[in-house]
């Protein structure tokens, strides 16, 4: 993905003010130095918005939570600074903040999770140079945080920062891009054991990651082929990953383009989360992981031993391009991922990782461990658009399956169908007029479901327990299998109608 933020107006002061039932947003923006014949100039755009859902709602939705509301609240603010020269050259300063909260839900739960960081990026157009050279640099931290009730709390943060320089030469009708990306960030990660909620798994880690990469894009008449390669060395794992990778786009002809692309990626930083929670609502972060296995289980039942600690995959995606008519347009890809190394938490860990139980299989006593598997499926884009409409379909069907060691299973995220459609029509003078719908049709999640409960025993009375007559202080729960069950389907509609007024500003 490449996104990419607009600069200020450098012309004029503007802005916005949006009121919803939810909440407010405002969006303020002008020029710092008004531009400039030759095309010099600094503007800045602010933006803010905040939630009034939980007060709002009791008003709204009486019958929810006992007439106490919605307890989810956020509070967002981004500001930018552009500074444009006059050969093309730009300078861009960021900062952001953003805060979200669900507060104590039925008194069962709260979760909160925010992400502040800042940093710049800019664009130098040499005169006397065919290159144009660009570069970023940032620092952003993430933080969250679940509270449960008569559970330990669950938490996990990542701080990281980020350095790169990108090289481009256009030649005829080709482009060369290279450049050099130094990454570095650091892991907070809090739980506890599924089986055993006094049993807390907390890590903290630092991790440094140089990278490089060579792009070049070739069109020759039907065929654009871009071939490319991007070195990455992780320093602190001592572990050097060379990664080709292709795209191809041949145009059959004005109309239909057909493309494919395929290639190796690695990965150090892995989320975790936990396959007991029936709805998923806290993801934690951990880089490179210890605690690992030395050798896993292959779906052969082989033993093979892990070289390193990196999560693999080699992607392969083909589809097309297909021009209905100059305003409909339809984009179908397939994929398919296969998944040589994934690391996730061990679900399966019933002992201590000490020395007096060395004797027993790692699959049993590592906090985590090594998984293969492989995704596969299709999206499909079905898109119009024209002064006044705007209507986009998009359809995915995916099937994710995971290997452990022991069992294949889906995990949480295995959604096999979901659909989006959205439309807007604008209508009025100067279209002043916005009505938008959304519709979203997903089918169930994976679970993994409760078969019943039973009171758990404890070792504590050591040979000498009796477990025939002794009397447990807790119960236990007995699970099914792993993400055997599905959630039901979930469909959403949302409706919305839009008036905006434009005012003037005059200045004295």
């Known amino acids: 993905m490449d996104i990419s933020t607009r600069d200020g107006n450098k012309r004029g002061m503007d ?47 009486p019958q929810i939570n006992d007439g106490n509301g919605l307890p989810f609240n956020y509070g967002d603010i981004y500001g930018k600074v552009s500074f444009g020269g006059s050969t093309g050259s730009k300078f861009n300063a960021f900062g952001f903040s953003f805060n979200d909260a669900v507060n ?12 502040n960081g ?40 990542i701080t990281s920062f980020n350095f790169g320089l990108d090289f481009k030469y256009n030649i005829d009708k080709d482009v060369l891009r290279y450049g050099v990306e130094v990454v570095g960030f650091s892991t907070y990660y809090k739980t506890f054991a599924s089986l055993d909620n006094a049993r807390i798994i907390e890590y903290e880690q630092n991790t440094t990651e140089l990278n490089a990469f060579f792009d070049y894009k070739l069109n020759r008449k039907r065929w654009v082929v871009e071939p490319s390669l991007r070195i990455q060395y992780y320093s602190t794992l001592a572990v050097f990953s060379p990664e080709p990778r292709l795209g191809l786009k041949y145009k059959v002809t004005e109309r239909l383009r057909l493309k494919a692309a395929t290639g190796l990626y690695t990965q150090n930083l892995m989320a975790t989360n936990s396959d007991r929670d029936v709805v998923n ?45 100059e305003k409909l347009n339809l984009n179908v890809e397939g994929y398919y991922r296969d998944f040589r190394q994934l690391t996730n938490t061990n679900r399966n860990k019933i002992f201590d990782d000490t020395a007096e139980n060395q004797d027993q299989p790692e699959e049993l006593r590592r906090d985590f ?3 293969t598997g492989w995704a596969a499926g299709g999206d499909m884009v079905l898109k119009y658009e024209d002064k006044r409409y705007y209507f986009n379909l998009v359809y995915s069907l995916a099937k994710v399956n995971r290997w452990d060691g022991f069992r294949w299973y ?45 009171q758990g025993q404890t070792a504590n009375g050591g040979i000498s327990l009796d477990y025939l007559t002794g009397n447990s202080q807790y119960l236990t729960v007995q699970y ?29």
């Open 15 to 61: 802005g916005n003010i949006g009121v919803n039932p939810f909440g407010v947003k405002v969006q303020i923006e002008g020029p710092l130095r008004k531009l400039r014949p030759n095309g010099s100039g600094i503007s800045y755009i602010l933006s803010a918005k905040k939630s009034y859902l939980d007060q709002s709602s009791k008003m709204l939705y």
């Open 104 to 115: 104590s839900y039925q008194s069962l739960a709260s979760l909160n999770w925010k992400n």
């Open 118 to 157: 800042g940093g710049g990026n800019f664009v130098v157009s040499p005169s006397s140079s065919p290159v144009l050279i660009s570069g970023n640099f940032a620092r952003s931290k993430y933080e969250i945080i679940l509270q449960e009730e008569n559970k330990e709390d669950r938490s996990s943060a």
């Open 281 to 325: 609502l806290f993801y934690g972060f951990l880089a490179g992981p210890e605690n690992l296995q030395n050798e896993y289980t292959t779906p052969d039942l082989e033993k093979k031993e892990i070289k390193n600690v990196l999560q693999q995959a080699i992607h392969y995606i083909a589809g097309f391009e297909f021009d209905i008519t």
């Open 369 to 371: 461990v090594v998984e």
């Open 410 to 454: 889906p995990p949480v995220f295995d959604r096999r169908h979901n659909l989006n459609l959205i439309g807007n029509y604008n209508f009025g003078k100067d279209r002043a007029y916005e009505v938008s719908v959304r519709w979203n049709l997903g089918s169930g999640l994976p679970f993994t479901q409760t078969q019943g409960f039973y």
């Open 480 to 508: 099914a299998d792993l993400n055997g069950g599905r959630l039901p389907y979930y469909h959403r509609l949302d409706i919305s109608i839009k008036r905006s007024f434009k005012f003037k500003m005059r200045h004295h």
